[in-house]
């Protein structure tokens, strides 16, 4: 259960970041709010996940997810590169996302 709940915090660290751009610095109140709510959701699953699963770990399967997710949703929405390279350097991170979990007992 402890990683549903940390591949679901990833999922709101994504949402953060994501709203980030939507809040133009924190000038748009409606953004921000839903920035800040996930912000709160995301640490707050983080946290959770933490009671079973090794720090270091979970932190960087968390941060994993949330950087492919961003990364796909900044070429989607925002037109970003999606040049070879960077897909090259995504999918190197996925892989050590993978590695992560395969390696932890939990």
Same mark, same amino acid.
């Given at each position: 259960m402890a990683w549903? &709940?940390? @591949?679901?915090a990833g999922l709101f660290e994504i949402g953060w970041a994501i !709203?980030?751009? #939507? $809040?133009? !610095? @924190?000038t748009k109140l409606i953004p $921000?709010? =839903?920035t800040i709510a996930a912000m709160v959701i995301s640490m707050t699953l983080l946290g959770i996940s933490?009671?079973?699963l090794?720090? =270091? $770990?979970? #932190? =960087?399967?968390?941060?994993g &997810? !949330? $950087?492919v997710g961003t990364v796909i949703l900044g070429i989607v929405l925002f037109g970003e590169s999606a040049s070879l390279v960077r897909v090259l350097f995504v999918s190197l991170i996925i &892989? !050590? &996302?993978i590695g992560l979990k395969l390696t932890t007992s939990t």
């Open positions: 549903v &709940i940390l @591949f679901i !709203g980030l751009k #939507y $809040t133009e !610095g @924190f $921000t709010i =839903g933490l009671r079973s090794p720090v =270091g $770990t979970a #932190y =960087g399967v968390w941060v &997810i !949330g $950087t &892989i !050590g &996302i």
